[in-house]
C-alpha cells in the first residue's frame, strides 16, 4: 500500500499556480520524495523528486517541510495540458530501487 | 530515440489463451519493469530486471513469466490468461546510473489494453 496521503481531487484555473499536497508522515531518512502524473490513460511522466531540500526544473518545484512530513507539488502556471492524476512516491533506492508504489493519487483538473 | 515502446496497444484474449506483450527501450537503460494497471488504481509492480540475464518478483507476479535476453527488450508473457488479468500494462525503464545518483526516474512506455473474456 501507499505510504502516502494525497486529496483525491483538485482544480486549478489555467495560468495560475497548482499546489499539489502530499502527507508523508512516516518517510524515512534515506527516502526520496518523488512526483509523478499520468495524463489520460498514458504512461506515468516523471516530473520531479527531492529529499529534503526544495527542488525546482522546468516542469515544476517541489518543496519539502522541515520535519520531511510533507510536500507540495507546484506547477506554476497550470495550463489545460497539465490535467492528469498526479502521484506522490516515497522510495529510498537501494534494494527499492524501481519498486514504486503508486497510490491513488491527485486527479487535477485546469479549467480554462 | 523512440523511448519506451509496448506492443501490442490493444488486445482481447479468451480464458485460457497466452500471449506475450513486448517492450523494448533504445536508451541502453539497465533496469526494466513492468507495472499493471487496474481501472481507478495505481499501479502495481509484476516483474523487473536489473540487466540482462537478471529478473526478479514484484508484488503481483502470478500468472506472469518474463525473461530478459537483451538489454533492449523485456518481454511479458501470459502463460494462461483470466478475466483477472484484464488491466492496462505498463513497461518502464531506468539507467541506475542516470545523473542524479540514486534518483528513481523511471521512462514509461505507453501501455498495451489486455481484456480477457
Known amino acids: 500500500d501507499a505510504k502516502t496521503t494525497q486529496p483525491p481531487s483538485m482544480d486549478c484555473a489555467e495560468g495560475r499556480a497548482a499546489n499539489l499536497p502530499c502527507n508523508h508522515s512516516?518517510?524515512?531518512?534515506?527516502?526520496?520524495v518523488y512526483w509523478y502524473r499520468q495524463i489520460h490513460s498514458q504512461g506515468p511522466q516523471y516530473i520531479i523528486h527531492?529529499?529534503?531540500n526544495n527542488e525546482t526544473n522546468e516542469m515544476a518545484s517541489l518543496i519539502i517541510t522541515e520535519d520531511r512530513k510533507s510536500s507540495t507539488l507546484i506547477l506554476p502556471h497550470a495550463t489545460l495540458r497539465d490535467t492528469a492524476v498526479y502521484y506522490c512516491?516515497?522510495?529510498?533506492?537501494?534494494?527499492?530501487?524501481?519498486?514504486?508504489?503508486f497510490g491513488q493519487g491527485t486527479i487535477l483538473t485546469v479549467h480554462p | 530515440n523512440a523511448g519506451v515502446t509496448q506492443t501490442p496497444k490493444f488486445q482481447v484474449l479468451k480464458t485460457g489463451q497466452s500471449m506475450t506483450l513486448q517492450c523494448a527501450q533504445d536508451?541502453?537503460?539497465?533496469?526494466m519493469s513492468w507495472y499493471r494497471q487496474d481501472p481507478g488504481m495505481g499501479l502495481r509492480l509484476i516483474h523487473y530486471?536489473?540487466?540482462?540475464?537478471?529478473?526478479d518478483q514484484g508484488e503481483v507476479p502470478n500468472g506472469y513469466n518474463v525473461s530478459r535476453s537483451t538489454t533492449e527488450d523485456f518481454p511479458l508473457r501470459l502463460l494462461s490468461a483470466a478475466p483477472s488479468q484484464t488491466s492496462v500494462y505498463f513497461c518502464?525503464?531506468?539507467?541506475?546510473?542516470?545523473?542524479?545518483?540514486?534518483?528513481?526516474?523511471?521512462?514509461f512506455g505507453p501501455g498495451t489494453r489486455l481484456t480477457v473474456l
Open positions: 530486471s536489473v540487466g540482462a540475464g537478471i529478473t
Open positions: 512516491i516515497e522510495n529510498a533506492g537501494g534494494t527499492s530501487y524501481g519498486k514504486l508504489t
Open positions: 527531492g529529499l529534503k
Open positions: 536508451m541502453n537503460h539497465e533496469y
Open positions: 512516516t518517510i524515512s531518512g534515506n527516502e526520496y
Open positions: 518502464a525503464s531506468s539507467s541506475w546510473t542516470s545523473g542524479r545518483g540514486r534518483a528513481d526516474t523511471q521512462y
